[in-house]
């Protein structure tokens, strides 16, 4: 069990507890990260624990109890909400108050800007990406959102009509038939 531990310290840390042993470590954030609020976080098929700092991203080995400092990835985001990886092992994140989407290559450290999900919303909450390369963004608070968008062609859509975009969240995921989901006014979507 990783918690992120989020208290007013000046350096943050996550616990990392065996659920088998009972034993748990505290793993302390690199010095140059300041504690900040954290609104998002994953774990990664690799053991790798993906979450922010405020607008600083990092990411913790969890075998290996090491850390990367992504750093403040994008000007533009304060806050990181919603992160997902890819079947290729990219990790996709977006967060508040632009609904920018970014990949970060784990193999090489490019960071990539996908631009805003939604023209002028600013909470993109929650992200999953499907067995076809479509990343689907929730969009959430004033006008809420489902956005799609396939980063080998560039092409984005908004999926739900007006009708529906009205004040709320929005959570996607991904199913074990790799296929995206969703629930609108109790209503579950594929």
């Given at each position: ?90 990790v996709w994140c977006g ?96």
């Open positions: 069990i990783i918690a992120d531990v989020q208290d007013y310290a000046e350096r943050g840390y996550l616990l990392k507890t065996d659920l088998l042993t009972g034993r748990t470590r505290k793993l302390q954030n690199p010095p140059e990260v300041v504690q900040d609020d954290s609104f998002g976080a994953m774990v990664t098929g690799a053991r790798h624990f993906f979450y922010s700092q405020g607008n600083v991203v990092l990411s913790c080995d969890l075998r290996k109890e090491s850390w990367r400092v992504w750093g403040k990835i994008d000007p533009e985001t304060s806050y990181y909400f919603a992160f997902t990886e890819g079947a290729d092992g990219t967060g508040y108050p632009k609904t920018k989407l970014l990949s970060l290559d784990r193999k090489t450290g490019i960071v990539t800007d996908h631009g805003r999900m939604d023209p002028k919303e600013a909470y993109l909450t929650s992200l999953a990406q499907d067995d076809r390369g479509f990343l689907y963004g929730a969009i959430a608070q004033t006008r809420r959102g489902l956005v799609a968008y396939h980063p080998a062609t560039g092409e984005k859509r908004q999926l739900l009509p007006d009708a529906l975009r009205k004040n709320g969240r929005l959570y996607v995921y991904r199913g074990r038939d790799g296929a995206v989901y969703t629930t609108v006014d109790g209503r579950r979507a594929r």
